[in-house]
């Protein structure tokens, strides 16, 4: 089954899902070329993006975002709190001062300057002025951790929950395609062993895994049981991803399809 013919049938059977829908929707803008955050464009107006940053929280909006190029215009107040990112980063300023510190160095800078972080290089804006906006354009390959998507869905396939739990932050969520959530690596372990004991062959075929910043969208069929008690089904997989542990696995899919046949045992 190709990618589209899969998004298709995700897309029908979980049609009342808006929530999927909506990543569902995301997902193809980014297949046809279009970027995450605008379909297409020209020009961008400066001031219609700068009046999208949150006032409070997170202080940044997205302008551009695919699996190889994440644009965002980002205007810090008093305290720039960032950790360290899994991809290259150039920042150009668009106004203010400070000092760009990264990992031990630190230079000042002006409207106009281009800064550069490599991926998982320590760095933050100090002592700078409350009217600073930047420019951030993340490229290249998510560096911050090779493989362990990959790595996760191998012990997934090979049932090895000791190995699956190595993977998760100890704030870990899973949340199902019911919409119900397991919280904590222990109680994640249990939940995994549970659901090995009622599948016993259970596995999952990845078609395409796409980045989107610190976020994983996997596309797979999920499939269990041989002869009349065999199911097959299409999922869709978000992963969040930092400080090289997965922090977040929610799964969308229609499991009426194995529950089923669990009652027709």
């Not at 994440?70 to 150009?92: K, S, V």
């Amino acid at each position: 089954m190709n990618l589209l013919a899969l998004l298709f049938r995700i897309r029908t059977s979980l049609s009342t899902h808006k929530k999927t829908f909506k990543l569902f929707f995301s997902i193809c803008l980014f297949m046809n070329g279009a970027t995450y955050a605008q379909e297409s464009f020209v020009k961008l107006d400066f001031d219609s993006l700068f009046n999208s940053i949150p006032k409070v929280g997170e202080r940044f909006t997205h302008v551009l975002k695919n699996e190889s190029l994440n644009i965002f215009l980002y205007a810090p107040r008093g305290q720039d709190l960032q950790q360290p990112h899994g991809r290259d980063e150039f920042y150009i300023v668009q106004q203010g001062t400070g000092i760009f510190r990264m990992e031990e160095k630190a230079v000042n800078f002006k409207s106009g300057d281009l800064l550069f972080a490599p991926a998982k290089a320590e760095h933050n804006f100090e002592s700078f002025s409350p009217d600073l906006i930047v420019w951030v354009i993340f490229f290249g390959d998510n560096k911050a951790e090779p493989g362990i998507i990959q790595t996760y869905l191998s012990g997934i396939n090979t049932h090895n929950v000791e190995s699956m739990m190595t993977l998760l932050s100890e704030d870990h969520v899973m949340i199902d395609s019911q919409g119900k959530e397991v919280r904590g690596k222990k109680q994640l372990e249990s939940a995994w062993r549970n659901y090995f004991q009622l599948f016993p062959d259970y596995s999952i075929n990845v078609q395409k895994i796409m980045t989107f910043g610190d976020e994983r969208i996997i596309v797979a069929t999920a499939s269990a049981g041989s002869n009349s008690q065999h199911w097959e089904l299409p999922v869709i997989i978000k992963a969040k991803v930092q400080d090289d542990k997965i922090m977040e696995w929610q799964v969308f899919a229609d499991t009426k399809i194995p529950f089923d046949k669990l009652q027709r045992r």
